[in-house]
């Protein structure tokens, strides 16, 4: 890696919002989390401005040492599939070395391009357009692909992996992290507790378990990993709180305090996150 800047926002470039709550020392404080130390590195107010949902980087750390993202060669090749903003993007070429195709489909490429060069990164993160099941790359094109918080939208059917995994190299990995269930509900119900929060799009929510046989049973990679964050609903609870508070954004925020009601009816009982690594076979 070459790039050793500890911040995800360009010098000189302002993004306090005008509704801020805190000063910087105090939400620099508020967010620095003993299990992300890289993550703890980038400015507090860019993570809140271009967050998507929940927080992004912290849950691309835990991803990385299953991944083995720290052992690819520099310069390796790397899908960061439904980016957003470009946070994760970032952080993959500025902590990892890795050239970064960052692909979103709602994210407009010209908008993420803006955020890159402000990083410095423009010789390193190649923002597109793409929707997920129409990937313009040949076969073998990448050494890795990572999604974070976005598979869950695209990939639970059958038969999307074996399509997706032709893009990596023979031997490359492919990780996620999606929102998920502990255990899969029993019936066609979901948890009494959740009942007055549920959204359809929530049954997209699925437990480790049921992802490893998703993956298993798709004949596309052996599955390397497919667990369950450890207080991962502490985590999203903490960053809903503050992207309610101090988001410039009112959408957003809004976004925020609906989580916020939710982790509190569920305190982990149910919903957190999974990662899940696969080897490309």
Same mark, same amino acid.
Request: glycine content about 8%; proline content about 8%; hydrophobic content about 40%.
């Given at each position: 890696?070459?790039?050793?800047?500890?911040?995800?926002?360009?010098?000189?470039?302002?993004?306090?919002?005008?509704?801020? =709550?805190?000063?910087?020392?105090?939400?620099?404080?508020?967010?620095?989390?003993?299990?992300?130390?890289?993550?703890?590195?980038?400015?507090?107010?860019?993570?809140?401005?271009?967050?998507?949902?929940?927080?992004?980087?912290?849950?691309?750390?835990?991803?990385?040492?299953?991944?083995?993202?720290?052992?690819?060669?520099?310069?390796?090749?790397?899908?960061?599939?439904?980016?957003?903003?470009?946070?994760?993007?970032?952080?993959?070429?500025? +902590?990892?070395?890795?050239?970064?195709?960052?692909?979103?489909?709602?994210? =407009?490429?010209? +908008?993420?391009?803006?955020?890159?060069?402000?990083?410095?990164?423009?010789?390193?993160?190649?923002?597109?357009?793409?929707?997920?099941?129409?990937?313009?790359?040949?076969?073998?094109?990448?050494?890795?692909?990572?999604?974070?918080?976005?598979?869950?939208?695209?990939?639970?059917?059958?038969?999307?992996?074996?399509?997706?995994?032709?893009?990596?190299?023979?031997?490359?990995?492919?990780?996620?992290?999606?929102?998920?269930?502990?255990?899969?509900?029993?019936?066609?119900?979901?948890?009494?507790?959740? =009942?007055?929060?549920?959204?359809?799009?929530?049954?997209?929510?699925?437990?480790?378990?049921?992802?490893?046989?998703?993956?298993?049973?798709?004949?596309?990679?052996?599955?390397?990993?497919?667990?369950?964050?450890?207080?991962?609903?502490?985590?999203?609870?903490?960053?809903?709180?503050?992207?309610?508070? +101090?988001?410039?954004?009112?959408?957003?925020?809004?976004?925020?305090? +609906?989580?916020?009601?939710?982790?509190?009816?569920?305190?982990?009982?149910?919903?957190?996150?999974?990662?899940?690594?696969?080897?490309?076979?």
């Amino acid at each position: 890696m070459t790039d050793n800047t500890p911040t995800g926002t360009p010098t000189g470039t302002s993004i306090t919002p005008t509704s801020s =709550k805190s000063s910087d020392d105090e939400l620099a404080s508020r967010l620095t989390h003993p299990r992300h130390p890289r993550s703890n590195r980038y400015d507090a107010r860019w993570t809140i401005e271009n967050q998507m949902g929940p927080h992004a980087l912290w849950l691309l750390e835990w991803l990385a040492p299953a991944l083995g993202l720290d052992r690819l060669r520099p310069g390796a090749r790397v899908l960061d599939l439904g980016c957003g903003r470009a946070m994760t993007s970032v952080f993959l070429a500025r +902590e990892y070395g890795v050239q970064v195709t960052a692909a979103d489909l709602w994210v =407009k490429p010209e +908008e993420n391009a803006v955020r890159i060069a402000e990083a410095g990164l423009a010789d390193r993160v190649l923002p597109v357009f793409a929707e997920a099941h129409e990937l313009p790359f040949g076969e073998g094109t990448f050494d890795a692909i990572v999604s974070v918080d976005a598979y869950q939208y695209f990939g639970t059917a059958d038969l999307y992996l074996p399509t997706l995994t032709r893009l990596l190299k023979p031997g490359g990995r492919i990780g996620v992290v999606v929102p998920s269930l502990r255990e899969e509900p029993a019936g066609d119900e979901p948890p009494e507790h959740l =009942k007055p929060f549920w959204d359809p799009g929530f049954w997209a929510f699925h437990s480790p378990a049921w992802w490893r046989r998703h993956w298993t049973r798709g004949g596309a990679v052996e599955v390397e990993a497919a667990d369950w964050q450890p207080d991962g609903w502490k985590d999203w609870l903490l960053w809903s709180e503050v992207c309610a508070e +101090e988001s410039p954004s009112e959408f957003m925020a809004g976004m925020a305090r +609906e989580s916020v009601e939710l982790m509190r009816a569920d305190r982990g009982r149910s919903l957190g996150f999974a990662r899940v690594v696969g080897r490309r076979l």
